[in-house]
């Protein structure tokens, strides 16, 4: 089989390793791909949004199956521009369409969602900008701290918490009124906080049958102790050590199968991957978003430690045959911890060469924002590689990605010394 991933993250490079070590592959594609996925495959220098030409290299490698990395194509309809597209019929596309892409696409859409299928979540309302009064007079009925929520894709900076009422009443007006994040907060969400600790749900389905991924947990902030700016993700652990068979049935039975079974009843054909942002809430799990793709970086811990043949599995999905699939899952723990630019996430500086990779033998290193420059690897954005490690416990595997990475040197460069930390 050809595939082709679409994406040029640490995401789309553990795919790209873990889907290379099949049989039944032949040729692998990545566009556009970076530094890491070109040892894997042949990388294609196409934008992710740009379906014309995605379109003509499908037809030109003679794809089969189409692996959908990251988020926005999938809520731009990349899916259903190439259902409608005749020369394209026979593509597997491991992805939703549009519609189910909403889930991530709006926050709105998502909340009424979990509400109709009685999915546990924070008590939420939505408001626009012909509405801001009505959030004030909303946000006066809530407790302190204040949760506001961009309704579009904001790149993951569209969430602002806040303790103060007057601040958060300033923040509300400035999503709604002056676009503080542009189209995506032309509708808000305010909702409760949720106080608990948070985890995520991997769940790959056909539309019919579903597989729960190992669990994994993420570290959003840039500073140590979850301190600091929300970014993308500096590092994380699967499995998550607090999840024990019972609450994984707890996370199965209210909010996994309802999904699945939502999605069917509100005739939503959903095929790929679904990642349920939870907390936990004393004893219970309760969902703070959904996300229509695999997470960045629990793909680099999750991926890992799944020991099936994964063009297999995403066979199965195409052809609706997940239930003939026993996963088989690697006992050990995976870590990753994400080396960063300096200033990121706010503003930093690319082309900064990268040293020491070879020395790395310990680990594996899942390249994201890197490129090669006249024969030099570099760096090429906010997040440049994931250090991930086994390790009996998560303790070990960490250890061993941070031995890791003091062998790798580029100028500036910064990681967080603290991920597990909670645990």
Not at 16 to 27: G, V
């Amino acid at each position: 089989m050809n595939l082709l991933i679409i994406g040029s993250g640490g995401r789309e490079h553990a795919l790209a390793w873990k889907l290379s070590q099949s049989e039944k592959l032949s040729n692998l594609y990545i566009a556009p791909g970076n530094a890491g996925t070109s040892a894997h495959g042949k990388n294609l220098n196409i934008h992710v949004s740009d379906f014309e030409n995605l379109k003509s290299a499908v037809l030109e490698h003679n794809i089969n199956m189409v692996i959908v990395g990251p988020e926005v194509p999938l809520v731009e309809g990349i899916h259903d521009y190439f259902a409608t597209q005749e020369s394209l019929k026979d593509v597997s596309i491991i992805g939703p369409k549009k519609l189910a892409a909403t889930l991530e696409g709006s926050k709105d859409f998502a909340k009424e969602f979990m509400m109709r299928h009685n999915i546990p979540t924070a008590k939420y309302q939505s408001f626009d900008a012909n509405s801001v009064d009505d959030g004030m007079k909303f946000l006066e009925t809530m407790e302190s701290p204040y949760v506001l929520k961009a309704d579009g894709l904001a790149a993951g900076k569209g969430v602002l918490i806040l303790e103060d009422l007057e601040e958060a009443k300033n923040e509300l007006k400035s999503m709604l009124l002056e676009s503080k994040f542009g189209i995506a907060s032309s509708t808000v969400v305010v909702e409760e906080f949720l106080d608990g600790i948070e985890l995520s749900c991997f769940v790959l389905t056909d539309g019919e049958n579903y597989k729960v991924l190992p669990f994994a947990k993420d570290y959003k902030r840039i500073g140590e102790g979850d301190t600091g700016l929300n970014t993308g993700g500096m590092g994380a652990i699967s499995p998550v050590p607090f999840v024990d068979s019972s609450f994984k049935k707890k996370i199965e039975e209210t909010i996994v199968k309802p999904t699945i079974e939502g999605l069917k009843k509100d005739n939503i054909p959903y095929q790929g991957f679904i990642f349920i942002g939870l907390i936990k809430v004393g004893a219970q799990p309760k969902v703070i978003e959904y996300n229509v793709r695999m997470g960045d970086p629990e793909t680099e811990v999750v991926i890992p430690r799944i020991k099936n043949d994964l063009v297999e599995i995403l066979n199965a999905v195409s052809n609706k045959t997940l239930n003939e699939i026993e996963l088989e899952i690697d006992s050990r723990t995976a870590a990753t911890v994400i080396a960063v630019s300096g200033g990121y996430p706010e503003s930093y500086e690319k082309g900064k060469q990268m040293t020491g990779l070879d020395q790395v033998s310990e680990s594996l290193i899942f390249h994201a924002g890197t490129k090669i420059q006249d024969g030099i690897l570099i760096t090429n954005g906010g997040r440049v590689i994931a250090m991930t490690s086994y390790g009996q416990e998560h303790s070990e595997a960490l250890q061993k990605s941070y031995k890791s990475l003091e062998k790798i040197s580029f100028e500036a460069m910064n990681y967080r010394k603290d991920i597990g930390f909670d645990l």
